[in-house]
């Protein structure tokens, strides 16, 4: 069964940071229900502006990062998923038998619904 802590967040904190000050980018982090560790990205260098709706915020699909963002952009989000993973996590969910047993979930947002994400 999924479960993050506040430790665990701790300890994967100065590695996310580290993701996010190389690409000039600001966040927060939480963790959610007990079991989802959340990157909240509020501003930052680069452009998300064509991968919103238009409000400017939009959640990442953690699947489809290479298919949706291309450059320096799927760089940020490929290293930021890695490094809220973390060197524990581990995955060993089976859909065809309805088995789901990893770490933890991993969400990534991009502005938030009531405040939007700001290119500096």
């Not at 982090?29 to 007990?34: D, G, I, P, T």
């Not at 502006?49 to 699947?63: A, I, K, R």
């Not at 809220?84 to 969910?93: I, L, Q, T, V």
């Amino acid at each position: 069964m999924a479960f993050v802590s506040q430790e665990d967040k701790k300890k994967l904190a100065p590695g996310i940071k580290r993701v996010l000050n190389k690409y000039g980018m600001k966040g927060t982090l939480a963790v959610r229900n007990n079991m989802t560790l959340v990157c909240n990205i509020k501003s930052g260098k680069l452009d998300f502006s064509e991968g919103t709706h238009g409000n400017g915020y939009t959640q990442v699909n953690p699947y489809w990062i290479i298919k949706n963002y291309a450059g320096e952009k799927e760089a940020f989000l490929t290293e930021l998923l890695d490094a809220m993973k973390g060197p524990d996590f581990y995955c060993d969910d089976d859909i065809q038998t309805d088995y789901f047993s990893r770490s933890h979930y991993t969400d990534i947002n991009i502005g938030s619904w009531n405040k939007p994400y700001e290119k500096s």
